[in-house]
């Protein structure tokens, strides 16, 4: 029921109408969901930025977990 409710919602309509900053983050060697999908999703926020994690994948292990959580400080940091 979770999956069937979830597809239901118009998920680009609502992030138009979300109007905080929003930080995306998304690993370029990402097997799960297209970069595609976040570079769409950064066009819809009003207020989105959208930083590629280089090797990263879509759980973002090891290093990679550390570089995320950097750039989710800086975000947060910087507004």
């Not at 769409?40 to 090891?62: N, W």
């Amino acid at each position: 029921r979770y999956i069937r409710d979830a597809l239901r919602i118009p998920i680009w309509e609502k992030a138009a109408e979300y109007k905080k900053n929003v930080l995306i983050l998304h690993g370029d060697q990402d097997d799960m969901v297209p970069l595609a999908v976040s570079e769409k999703a950064v066009q819809r926020y009003p207020s989105a930025a959208l930083q590629v994690i280089p090797g990263g994948g879509h759980g973002f292990e090891g290093d990679d977990r550390w570089r995320a959580a950097q750039a989710a400080a800086d975000f947060i940091l910087s507004h």
